[in-house]
C-alpha cells in the first residue's frame, strides 16, 4: 500500500524508488520484507523516477511522533512557504521572516530530534514563519527559536 501525501500532480502510482548502489553515493539502504512501512521523501528525475538519498527524510513509519505522522495531513503543507534553515555549527541564524531555524544536531546530535518529531515550521498570518507545536496555529503557541 502507497500513499502520498504530496506529488499527486505528477504521479498517480509509484511503483518504483531508486537510490545509489552505496552509501558512500548516499545510497539508502531499506528493509524489503512485507512488513516494513516508511516514510520516504526524495526528489523526481524528468523522466518521472523517483530518488532517495541519504541527506532526504526517511524514516520507518513506526518511528515517526503521533505529531510527525499528523502534521503529514495538513500542518506541513502550512509552511510550504516558509524555509527551513539547517544549523549544525554555532554561530547561527535566519536571514528573513520566512526562515525557521532548525537546531536538532545542536541541540539532540540528531537529524530526527525534539523539533523534528514535535514541532512544524508554518507561516503566520503576518508572513513570517516560526515553529508550532500542535493543531491550528495560535499566535501564542509559536516556538522562537531565531537566536539560539
Known amino acids: 500500500l502507497t500513499q502520498m501525501f504530496k506529488g499527486f500532480e505528477k504521479f498517480k502510482d509509484i511503483q518504483y524508488v531508486y537510490t545509489p548502489p552505496y552509501s558512500s ?71 528573513a521572516e520566512n526562515e525557521c531555524l532548525w537546531t536538532d544536531w545542536l541541540t539532540d546530535k540528531s537529524l530526527n530530534g525534539h523539533q523534528a518529531k514535535h514541532f512544524a515550521c508554518i507561516k503566520r498570518t503576518d508572513g513570517s514563519c516560526s515553529w508550532y507545536r500542535g493543531g491550528s496555529p495560535p499566535e501564542k503557541e509559536f516556538m522562537d527559536i531565531s537566536d539560539p
Open 25 to 95: 553515493l548516499c545510497g539508502v539502504k531499506l528493509e524489503v520484507n512485507n512488513k516494513a512501512q516508511y516514510l520516504l521523501s526524495g526528489r523526481v528525475w524528468e523522466d518521472g523516477r523517483v530518488l532517495i538519498g541519504l541527506c532526504d527524510f526517511i524514516a520507518p513509519w513506526d518511528n515517526l511522533s503521533m505529531s510527525q505522522k499528523k502534521s503529514l495531513n495538513h500542518r506541513y503543507e502550512m509552511g510550504c512557504d516558509c524555509k527551513i534553515s539547517r544549523c549544525y555549527t554555532l554561530p547561527c541564524s535566519i536571514t
